[in-house]
């Protein structure tokens, strides 16, 4: 083999793709167990007609059956509230469907974020309890509407991204600072967001937080803990790998907003060629991440 090939086969290798002829020679996978197994869930855009509750039910029973140790909902979990005109009436009986999901996956914690389309800002009274994000803090039952916890050796925050052109705003980004700083050395983070960080779908609908060069050089500085980044939001499955991280944008469980879908030559509910579905990620004591898709539709 010339040095050249043998170079990039390598390279290649190192990075987990298979080359033609080459996959006998590959280094086995460790045999140990994860530390975790999460199932990531994003942008149910949920509301009551259609049969739609029970369509999310029948797949989030799909999703009960792999076990998984909590789920992480990546927000939009309903429709829309927060378009012009939608009135109060409109926005209660979506999040009463929410409810019936939430029912759904009550056998094991919910850790939510919260998507845009999730608070109702068409408000003439902006005292009114249901305005802007508090009442979805509340309606996810989530202790504010960014925040870390900690499971088993990971640690997890969850961003909120619903800042002016889409990105954590100052106070945020200083807290997340200081949360990364305080963590001891070495300790594997998984950070979840609505929107993207980083991603490939950016330039084919954009979406991707504006704020991601200094989340990107944040990140960096804490290279020996940051792991994976989750997203939702585009509705587009990709994966996106730079300075260590992993940044998976997951579909989402609604696919073509619960519609039949954009392209007939796709599938029915895909929307540009991703079909409805959710990820498991298994997370190992080292930090490794494994993230795998599973389509529903």
Not at 38 to 52: M, S, V
Request: one cysteine or more; a negative charge; proline letters at 6%.
């Amino acid at each position: 083999m010339k040095r050249r090939m043998f170079l990039t086969s390598a390279a290649l290798l190192s990075a987990g793709v298979t080359i033609p002829g080459t996959a006998k020679t590959r280094p086995e996978e460790p045999k140990d167990k994860p530390e975790l197994v999460i199932a990531h869930i994003t942008d149910i855009h949920i509301r009551p007609e259609e049969e739609i509750p029970q369509r999310a039910i029948a797949w989030l029973n799909e999703v009960k059956k792999q076990e998984p140790d909590f789920y992480l909902n990546g927000g939009d979990s309903i429709h829309d509230a927060s378009y012009d005109d939608v009135p109060k009436d409109r926005v209660l009986e979506q999040w009463e469907a929410w409810d019936l999901i939430k029912e759904q996956l009550e056998d094991k914690k919910i850790y939510s974020c919260i998507g845009n389309h999730d608070p109702w800002w068409d408000v003439k009274d902006k005292t009114d309890p249901m305005y802007g994000k508090p009442y979805v803090v509340k309606r996810l039952s989530i202790p504010a509407n960014y925040y870390s916890f900690d499971e088993k050796n990971w640690h997890f925050i969850i961003l909120d991204g619903n800042h002016e052109g889409i990105s954590l705003g100052e106070e945020q980004m200083n807290w997340l600072k200081n949360d990364l700083e305080n963590l001891p050395p070495n300790t594997p983070t998984l950070i979840m967001s609505h929107f993207p960080i980083t991603s490939i779908t950016n330039a084919l609908v954009g979406g991707q937080h504006s704020d991601h060069k200094e989340l990107k050089k944040l990140f960096y500085q804490h290279k020996d803990k940051v792991r994976v980044c989750l997203s939702g939001h585009q509705h587009l499955l990709d994966r996106t790998w730079y300075n260590g991280v992993d940044y998976f944008c997951n579909g989402s469980l609604s696919g073509f907003w619960w519609g039949e879908g954009d392209s007939e030559s796709a599938g029915k509910q895909y929307y540009l060629e991703t079909p409805p579905g959710y990820a498991i990620l298994k997370l190992y004591k080292d930090g490794r991440v494994e993230n795998e898709y599973f389509p529903l539709a």
